[in-house]
């Protein structure tokens, strides 16, 4: 499930955007954090998929937001399997076409640590977003992964 922590911004005090937040609501354990799941997903080779899945669920929101009359910027967090993965570019680009969401209204961010694990080929990535007008990649010092571990919900 995915909660929307909101982007003010502060020279205009209006919410402009909002960061996609992911989160497990379990049977049993109630509604987790990615602290409690994320490492569990990377182990199991999962993190990539779930990028992807909070990425479209993202991008149909702000879709939906868009038919509303709502023009807002969402940002993702990637995750390192999708950082190293050459055919991201085209994956997010027909994520895009299909929401019918401008790339300008997606920022992608990733870890500065993420980075350095394999700087050759996350540039790589990066530009290859970059040239296809897929999405602005942001840079940050959170922790990778669809969301940070410590970040409250909010919808």
Do not use: I
Not at 105 to 111: D, F, I, P, R, S
């Amino acid at each position: 499930m995915l909660h929307y922590q909101p982007k003010l911004t502060l020279a205009t005090g209006r919410v402009d955007g909002v960061e996609a937040l992911v989160r497990w609501q379990h049977p049993e354990r109630g509604l987790l954090f990615p602290d409690a799941f994320v490492e569990l997903a990377e182990s199991a080779g999962l993190m990539a998929a779930l990028t992807r899945r909070v990425l479209d669920t993202a991008l149909a929101q702000r879709r939906a937001w868009s038919d509303r009359g709502r023009e807002l910027v969402v940002a993702v967090n990637g995750s390192p399997s999708n950082l190293v993965d050459e055919g991201f570019p085209d994956e997010v680009a027909g994520m895009l076409a299909r929401h019918g969401v401008p790339a300008s209204a997606l920022v992608l961010e990733v870890t500065e640590s993420l980075l350095m694990e394999d700087r050759e080929r996350a540039v790589r990535v990066l530009a290859g977003l970059r040239e296809a007008g897929s999405a602005s990649p942001s840079t940050t010092t959170a922790p990778a992964g669809p969301a940070s571990p410590t970040s409250p919900p909010c919808r």
